[in-house]
């Protein structure tokens, strides 16, 4: 079992440009979300899904969108990366609301 | 406002003493999570607790409901304890409304 992965690992981009993180799990898990962790403010919310073909906005999320076409993915789109977007992402998946989560490695974006 | 505050921010202990992490919070809650971030970056679940007390080999804790607090204790600690610990509290209980609230976390460094 991988478990979570996230690709890519790391990135810049310079303003204005759009990409697209991708979240996989292989533990058949109904829940996945995409948190951001910045430095002093701790994990937050961004979007999350409770099943393929949902989505739903988390704490902070505007400027991203998402995707969840398949159970196993779960995909974070910047279309237009401000600075502010700087940070370090991480997804994760859970078998339910109060299930243990299970995080991915994370994906460290620098926006220029 | 944070809902959920942690203490100390940093805690710097020699091997074998006794630690202990606070978390408070002010919403009401489903379930409350620990977490380990390990310096490399990766994020574990540690316990999730909704009452009462937990234990897995050196770490224990526990929940008071009523209080709105948690506590991580970690006994005998060794130098591979040190990293960073995040409390994170989850409200509701079905699919819709419900957040996440994380704690901006304690780094611990635990000396031989």
């Known amino acids: 079992n991988a478990g979570v992965t996230q690709t890519p690992k790391f990135r810049v981009l310079k303003t204005g440009q759009s990409m697209t993180l991708l979240c996989a799990q292989d533990?058949?898990?109904?829940?996945m979300y995409w948190y951001r962790q910045d430095p002093g403010m701790g994990l937050r919310l961004i979007h999350y899904?409770?099943?393929?073909?949902?989505?739903a906005k988390g704490e902070v999320p505007d400027g991203y969108n998402v995707s969840r076409l398949k159970k196993q993915n779960f995909l974070l789109g910047l279309e237009s990366a401000a600075p502010s977007q700087t940070s370090v992402y991480f997804c994760?998946?859970?078998?339910?609301?109060?299930?243990?989560?299970?995080f991915g490695p994370g994906t460290r974006l620098t926006v220029t | 406002k944070n809902e959920v505050e942690q203490s100390p921010q940093n805690l710097t202990a020699q091997e074998g003493e006794f630690i202990t992490i606070n978390c408070s919070y002010s919403?009401?809650?489903?379930?409350l999570h620990w977490l380990q971030q390990h310096p490399g970056g990766g994020i574990v679940s540690l316990f999730m607790?909704?009452?009462g007390k937990k234990k897995h080999g050196r770490l224990i804790a526990t929940i008071n409901i009523q209080e709105k607090h948690s506590s991580l204790h970690i006994t005998a600690s060794h130098p591979r304890d040190s990293a960073v610990y995040i409390c994170?509290?989850?409200?509701?209980?079905?699919?819709?409304?419900?957040?996440?609230?994380f704690g901006t976390g304690t780094s611990l460094t635990v000396i031989p």
């Open positions: 899904s409770v099943g393929e073909g949902t989505t």
């Open positions: 919403v009401g809650i489903s379930a």
């Open positions: 994170a509290v989850l409200t509701g209980g079905s699919n819709t409304g419900n957040q996440f609230y």
């Open positions: 607790l909704s009452s």
């Open positions: 533990m058949n898990h109904e829940y």
């Open positions: 994760a998946s859970s078998r339910g609301w109060t299930a243990v989560p299970y």
